[in-house]
């Protein structure tokens, strides 16, 4: 038999036995042997890292996964864990709207502020909580000013994207620009968070391929 196959088996024998950690390795090792060829066996394999990165705690890359394995096998599995733990940021669900709408704003500030930077990497620790408290402040300030309230998640995340916080000289922007406009080219026109996705999902933009990266995946690096 393959290697590929005896790793995915081995994963999933892993889940069951409930070692993620070991799963995530085989499922890994089944991933990158694949043939891309095989469509529905890499969807497999993506459903079940999703499942293992979600046990391991890492929603966010477990909705990443998920929300891969949804765009290559329409109506699988992985489309259905996805609209299952997936806010309208395309983010993963949080226990409160108001939790949701933090980590969505949270996220835009930090990707932001990564970007700026030529490692996309914080440098040490105090660098990250100093952003973080500096991205908390602003969070509550927003907060209490009741701009949010009766917004419809575009409409606030265009809100979110409209904030640019004031980062600390010593962090200085490495790029002057970072806005990235999502253009629908074949209907020649701006897509706007609210649209359905140009990729024929029939999700809404900003919950399939403008899905709002979350912060371990910023932290790691995977965008
Ligand atoms: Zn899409």
Redesign the pocket.
């Known amino acids: 038999m393959t290697t590929w196959i005896i790793e995915l088996q081995r994963g999933i024998d892993y889940l069951r036995k409930h070692s993620p950690k070991k799963a995530l390795g085989c499922l890994k090792t089944a991933l990158s042997a694949c043939p891309s060829s095989n469509t529905a066996e890499i969807a497999k394999i993506f459903f079940y890292l999703g499942v293992t990165l979600k046990k391991l705690g890492l929603n966010d890359s477990a909705l990443k996964s998920w929300s891969i394995g949804r765009?290559i096998r329409k109506n699988g599995v992985s489309g259905k864990m996805y609209s299952r733990f997936c806010n309208g940021y395309g983010m993963s669900k949080q226990p409160s709207c108001d939790m949701d709408d933090f980590k969505a704003f949270y996220s835009v500030q930090l990707e932001r502020y990564l970007l700026s930077k030529h490692s996309r990497r914080f440098g040490t620790d105090a660098e990250q909580d100093m952003i973080h408290d500096l991205i908390l402040d602003y969070w509550k300030a927003l907060k209490k000013s009741g701009i949010t309230k009766g917004k419809d998640t575009a409409e606030k995340m265009a809100l979110f994207r409209s904030i640019n916080i004031i980062f600390p000289f010593f962090v200085v922007p490495e790029t002057m620009s970072d806005t990235v406009i999502p253009v629908h080219f074949g209907k020649k026109k701006r897509i706007s968070q609210g649209d359905r996705?140009?990729?024929?999902?029939g999700?809404p933009?900003c919950q399939?391929?403008?899905r709002t990266p979350g912060q371990q995946e910023l932290i790691n690096g995977l965008f």
């Open positions: 765009k996705c140009f990729c024929g999902s999700l933009y399939c391929c403008g």
